[in-house]
């Protein structure tokens, strides 16, 4: 399992746009799977988006606003933020290292997450 590393998180207005990296440490890491999760204070942590061998997938309530996408490395991945509302404030967690993923939000199937970075949407 590998240390995932976060960034880009800040506060921004409702209706701005916010982009997050997620990289994992030295070189020769690959993943084939890539996803984000977030989590707000007093709440469990739910999926976002991910993309699985080439194909992504959206949680219904940022479906149209968010895009993920992979780096120009194998071992980074982007998430673009767009028209944030303020229930998109929480934590987001970089998740990798898929593993018997029978679908793509099954957080048991993901190894390797990131320590998280906060947004804040007001």
């Known amino acids: 399992d590998v240390q995932l590393v976060e960034s880009g998180g800040g506060s921004v207005q409702a209706g701005g746009s916010l982009r997050l990296s997620c990289a994992a440490s030295g070189n020769t890491y690959t993943s084939s799977c890539m996803a984000w999760y977030r989590q707000a204070p007093g709440k469990e942590r739910e999926p976002v988006a991910a993309i699985y061998r080439g194909t992504s997938y959206y949680a219904d309530s940022v479906k149209g606003r968010f895009t993920i996408s992979q780096g120009n490395t194998e071992n980074t991945s982007s998430l673009e933020m767009n028209s944030l509302k303020p229930e998109d404030t929480g934590m987001y967690y970089c998740?990798?290292?898929?593993?018997?993923?029978?679908?793509?939000?099954?957080?048991?199937?993901?190894?390797?997450w990131g320590q998280g970075t906060q947004v804040t949407v007001s």
């Open positions: 998740a990798a290292g898929c593993r018997n993923l029978g679908s793509w939000y099954n957080r048991a199937g993901y190894y390797d």
